[in-house]
Structures are given as C-alpha cells and as structure tokens.
C-alpha cells in the first residue's frame, strides 16, 4: 500500500526510509552503548545461586577459567541478551557457574568462581587456555576471527563445542569450522570409547546423550533422548594438530550444558543426566583438554 502510493507521492516512500533508518540506527546506537557482562557473576542466575568461593592469591594464573565464546549469528552480530535459539548465551550464566563449581568440588583443580565472557578477536583470548561455543548452529566466524581462532588453536588453545542437533546445524558449523582448518587433515575424527578423553577421570561407558531438560524429564516414560528424528545418533569428534593433539571436541546431537545448568530444576533429570552423564563427561573434557 505504501510502495502503491509512493508512485504518485514519493514522499512518502521517502518518509518510509527515513523512519526505518532511523531505527536501525537507534538499534545499533542502543547495541554500541550496551555493556556486555565479562563474567557469569555480572547476570543474575536464573537458578540456584551458585556457591562462591576464593582462590588464593598466590594460584590467580594458575586457575581454570571456564570461558565463554560470545559469536555472530548468522552474519548478525551478539544480541545484548541472554537467551534465543542459536545464540551465544544459551544456558548462561548457569551452565558456567554451576559447571565451575562441582568442578573444583570434585577434583584438585584450581578454578575461576567467576568464569569469563570473550569474543575471538578479544585480546585476553591468548591468556585461556581452554574456551566454549554453545549451539553453534548458526555461527557465523568473521573474517577477522578466523585467522585468530586458527592461531590459538595451533599454539595449544582448546575449543569445546557443545549442543546443536541434526544435519542443518551440523552443516552449518562444519563449513565454519573449515574456514578455520580448510586443509584435510584437520577433517572431525569420531572419537572411539577408548579414547582417553572417555576414561582419564570417570570411565564413560557410552557416548551420552544428554537431552534439554524437557525432553530428559519425559525421556523417563517415551525412552526419547534426542531432540529431533535427524538428530538421534550423538557424535563425540575431535580435531586435531600435527603432533596429535586435540584441538577442538565436537559434541553434537547432545547438550553437556543443559544438564550442567538445569541441575537443581528436576530430581529425576539431575540423578540421570547431570549426576551421572553432563558433569563426569564435561570434567573429563576439561581434564584431557589440560593435561595434553
């Protein structure tokens, strides 16, 4: 209707243009002034408080810090939120805090009571060791990140990939992850049972699949894991540098973070998915990722 009447009053298609750059500009506006959070303790737990606890003084650079990657989306950049299918802050800050803490509860680490957010191109990128994407689906590398993201890798970083699901979502990141490691000996290696990453802390007996809460809590009367029908079968793969080491584990059909955040949300998938499955898996993870 307005294209129709801006034939014969093309002020008005002009107003039109005018209002709709004037949004986008509001919005970016809004998006360059807003803060993103640097750590998990700056965004309220949409859960059970996570304990806090200190670190000596004396081992603050020697602390595993659970860091977050915070990514563009399908070409758009990081919403100034916590939540939406497909991006970055899915299960934060809950996964993170909950995850930090039963980790240095049940093992001899030394870790971060606050965790971290960064993107790739951040400068403090180099100082981590190890670092997160969640539901990389609809990632998106910049050109800047890719050579960054390369580097780190090579020079000993690590990157855990965790939940998205099904073929699209596993297209999309394998054609992102190729701009970084395009040559084909960097291809996704499934990883056996008896790779070490399954058994160096807890034996892990099966390749997990850990569901979404909703779909763990009713997985207990339909025997249903996965998430959708292209997506029953998980897969645990690795990539890997020219002296074999590890650089990247790809969880995929499966959702370490759910069970790590949604812990204390349901009795029956805290004992089935969190005790036994989210958090031994996600330890032995970072143990391998830490000791290799």
């Not at 499934?190 to 809460?213: D, G």
């Not at 025997?223 to 959708?228: A, K, L, S």
């Not at 955040?261 to 499955?277: D, I, L, M, P, V």
């Amino acid at each position: 209707m307005i294209l129709a009447t801006a034939r014969t009053q093309p002020w008005v298609l002009a107003l039109a243009v005018a209002f709709i750059t004037l949004a986008m500009l509001s919005e970016n506006a809004a998006l360059a002034q807003y803060r993103y959070p640097k750590t998990a303790r700056e965004v309220p737990a949409e859960g059970v408080e996570t304990p806090v606890w200190n670190v000596d003084p004396s081992f603050k650079k020697d602390v595993f810090t659970f860091v977050r990657i915070r990514y563009h989306h399908n070409g758009r950049p990081p919403r100034s939120r916590y939540s939406g299918a497909g991006y970055w802050s899915i299960d934060f800050p809950d996964s993170d805090l909950n995850f930090s803490y039963r980790l240095q509860q049940m093992t001899s680490l030394k870790v971060d009571p606050n965790c971290r957010v960064l993107e790739i191109t951040d400068p403090e990128l180099f100082d981590y060791p190890w670092i997160y994407i969640v539901e990389p689906g609809g990632l998106a590398f910049t050109e800047e990140e890719v050579p960054i993201l390369r580097r780190y890798l090579l020079s000993g970083g690590f990157l855990m990939v965790d939940d998205f699901w099904g073929e699209y979502e596993w297209e999309n990141f394998y054609n992102e992850i190729k701009k970084v490691f395009p040559e084909p000996e960097r291809e996704p290696e499934e990883l056996p049972l008896t790779h070490e990453i399954f058994n160096c802390v807890f034996r892990i007996p099966e390749k997990y699949q850990i569901p979404a809460i909703d779909v763990g809590v009713q997985s207990q009367y339909t025997g249903i894991t996965w998430e959708r029908p292209d997506a029953k079968e998980v897969h645990y793969k690795g990539i890997y540098d020219d002296k074999g080491r590890m650089m990247v584990i790809i969880c995929h059909n499966t959702d370490l973070g759910d069970g790590w955040e949604r812990e204390g949300e349901n009795e029956y998938y805290f004992r089935e998915f969190s005790e036994k499955k989210a958090y031994p898996l996600g330890i032995n993870i970072v143990f391998y990722a830490m000791t290799h």
